[in-house]
């Protein structure tokens, strides 16, 4: 079973920057499709981020494109995301979440990830 942990969030102003961690565990395959998603009050949960483990494609969504990255660590079986330039619509939990190989066909659907983490807040203040 694949378990993911997210770290990082917290509250910073308009400008700043955080960086997001999920370490995994129990992983199955050498390598699995990894996103980041976020979730606001009342809005639906959104792709921001993702990446093949594998290598090096990754997808962004418009939205965050220039201002976040998303890298790893295969070592430690670490996902970041490093978000700069965070602005008052950044807010939201933020979730990491893995889909094995066999099941990888679109990193921006939430509904392709059977794993997630339990969520890190961001609040980006004006």
């Known amino acids: 079973q694949v378990t993911l942990v997210e770290s990082g969030g917290g509250s910073v102003q308009a400008g700043g920057s955080l960086r997001l961690s999920c370490a995994a565990s129990g992983y199955t395959y050498s390598n699995y499709c990894m996103g980041w998603f976020r979730q606001a009050p009342g809005k639906e949960r959104e792709g921001v981020a993702g990446i093949w483990t594998g290598g090096t494609s990754t997808y962004y969504a418009d939205s965050v494109k220039g201002r976040f990255t998303i890298s790893q660590d295969k070592a430690k079986n670490t996902l970041y995301l490093q978000m700069n330039s965070l602005k008052p619509e950044d807010t939201a939990m933020y979730y990491c979440?893995?889909?094995?190989?066999?099941?990888?066909?679109?990193?921006?659907?939430?509904?392709?990830?059977?794993?997630w983490g339990q969520g890190t807040q961001v609040t980006v203040s004006s």
């Open positions: 979440a893995a889909d094995p190989p066999y099941n990888c066909h679109d990193v921006s659907r939430p509904a392709d990830f059977p794993y």
